[in-house]
Antibody, heavy 123, light 107 residues
Framework: EVQLAESGGGLLQPGRSLRLSCTGS????????MSWVRQAPGKGLEWVSF??????????EYAASVRGRVAMSRDDSRSVAYLQMDSLKIEDTAIYYC??????????????WGQGTLVTVSS | DIQMTQSPSTLSASVGDTVIITCRAS??????LAWYQQKPGKVPKLLIY???TLQSGVPSRFSGSGSGTEFTLTISSLQPDDFATYYC?????????FGGGTKVEIE
């Protein structure tokens, strides 16, 4: 059974940094892209980033709304994907979901999701 | 980025109804489209990928169709468990985008 577990969320002040982690189990982690999707309170889903698997060069991609402030990485030996977020803004407040990506030509659909971790940015 | 527009944003229906949700892309995405279901306080769940392929374990009353810029999700014989919010997502581009969601409410 595929399982994804996020950690690292919490209450932070604007301008601070945080690192989210996503630990996968039940599948060969390195064979898949991993993605972060967030959901602000009462709002819809917003894709944040993904990182390709080893076969695709482990290259990350980022949404325009966060590009320049976030960096995604992975450690396949530990089955963990990370999202480093800097210069946090109030509008970054959301539940952050980790999801497993199944490849298409350029993008991915997301077939398994973690339970999410809440990030609250407030002064 | 490719914009995804869903309609309606809210839909009221009764158990047993057939429901159709539309998703439009701002440019052609072939059939690189997925649909997700999210219940309140729960994690999104993949229903359909490549516009019309049912994910394993998803009931056959869910179906998807379309290509290019216009897509539909159809729920036949709506069940109490189907009242939820549904999202489309394009993966034609490496910059993934979701539609704004369609909430299916009990009439």
């Amino acid at each position: 059974e595929v399982q994804l577990a996020e950690s690292g969320g919490g209450l932070l002040q604007p301008g601070r940094s945080l690192r989210l982690s996503c630990t996968g189990s039940g599948f060969t982690f390195g064979d898949y892209a991993m993605s972060w999707v967030r959901q602000a309170p009462g709002k819809g889903l917003e894709w944040v980033s993904f990182i390709r698997g080893k076969a695709y060069g482990e290259r990350p991609e980022y949404a325009a709304s966060v590009r320049g402030r976030v960096a995604m990485s992975r450690d396949d030996s530990r089955s963990v994907a990370y999202l480093q977020m800097d210069s946090l803004k109030i509008e970054d407040t959301a539940i952050y979901y980790c999801a497993r990506g199944v490849p298409a030509i350029l993008g991915y659909y997301l077939d398994d999701w973690g339970q999410g971790t809440l990030v609250t940015v407030s002064s | 980025d490719i914009q995804m527009t869903q309609s309606p944003s809210t839909l009221s229906a009764s158990v047993g109804d057939t429901v159709i949700i539309t998703c439009r892309a701002s440019q052609s995405i072939s059939t690189w489209l997925a649909w997700y279901q999210q219940k309140p306080g729960k994690v999104p769940k993949l229903l359909i990928y490549q516009a019309s392929t049912l994910q394993s374990g998803v009931p056959s009353r869910f179906s998807g169709s379309g290509s290019g810029t216009e897509f539909t999700l159809t729920i036949s014989s709506l069940q109490p468990d189907d009242f939820a919010t549904y999202y489309c997502q394009q993966y034609h581009s490496q910059f993934l985008t979701f539609g704004g969601g369609t909430k299916v409410e009990i009439e």
